[in-house]
């Protein structure tokens, strides 16, 4: 719905993604485990710095990976800017692959679920586990 | 510290991580919960920004008011910007079980501040926008009394 523009200026659309800015409050390390991409993210992950994630994971699908775990074990912080990151990923490997989210803390874990991302990625308490799983489901 | 808290944030995103710190050092003397610390943190960055982002729409530098509280049992955050008036709580909310099938990229920030939040509200105040949120919290002492300037 169109909110009201009381003082007649041009407003924006509200909660589009946002600008994106890299800082170094977050960091990623992707290894490959068995054919399966882990990228573990660590710090926070917000409108400042998902972007930088952004660019790591469409640079990975670039090179072919479909299936991908995040290992959040070390994540701190997620906001809705760092979640649309795991929405374009699960989009990207849709019908060729498959996503996985591991051992995020319970913070972290409770945002995941408010915003339902159990519907297009696995949950896994280790990124082992994880890649385990997506080993034997691709065979 | 006060049972209050008050910094004026420029109109940058950076700005959030630096008031993520404030509000952590509020809420621990305060002995909120690492829940409702983390809870209250992510419903102010979700309101910052979309302040930010999408309020301004010339390249000047404005203030961002953010004040914190304790009142009586539940921690109250407001934030105070002079952008364009917006009402986010007029937002459809998205429909989260629809998963990647859900429309249009919008709502989700909102969404998240309002389930996070026992209750929000939006008014236009003096050519300004004042977003309130108060949530219950656990722990927490002593109400505020003054106003402690920081940031």
Sequence with gaps: MQAERTRGRRCPPWDEPGRHRKDWNVEFRSLEDRGVL?????????????GALEKEVRRQLGTGHARIVF????????SSAGLRVFMMAAREVRGKGSLAMAGP???????????GVATFAKMYDTATEAVEALNQSSH | MTGQMFVTLANRLPEIARLAGLVD???????????????????????LTNVISYAYDDDAGHDVI???MLDGDRVLAEVD??????????IAPPDIQAGLDRKG?????VYLVRSLMDTVE????????????RKRHAGGAHPGTTMSPVG
């Design chain 1, 38 to 50: 882990v990228i573990g993210v660590s710090g926070r992950l917000d409108s400042t710095t998902s």
């Design chain 1, 71 to 78: 290992d959040l074990s070390a994540l701190e912080y997620i």
């Design chain 1, 105 to 115: 803390t319970p913070h972290v874990r409770q945002v995941l679920d408010l915003a």
């Design chain 2, 25 to 47: 050092a509020f809420g621990k003397a305060h002995g909120l919960s690492s829940e409702v610390i983390f809870n209250l943190n992510l419903s102010l960055d979700e309101v």
């Design chain 2, 66 to 68: 953010v004040r914190a």
């Design chain 2, 81 to 90: 910007d002079d952008g364009c008036a917006f009402n986010p709580l007029e």
């Design chain 2, 105 to 109: 990229a919008g709502g989700l920030g």
């Design chain 2, 122 to 133: 939006y008014r236009p105040e003096r050519e300004r926008n004042v977003f309130t949120m």
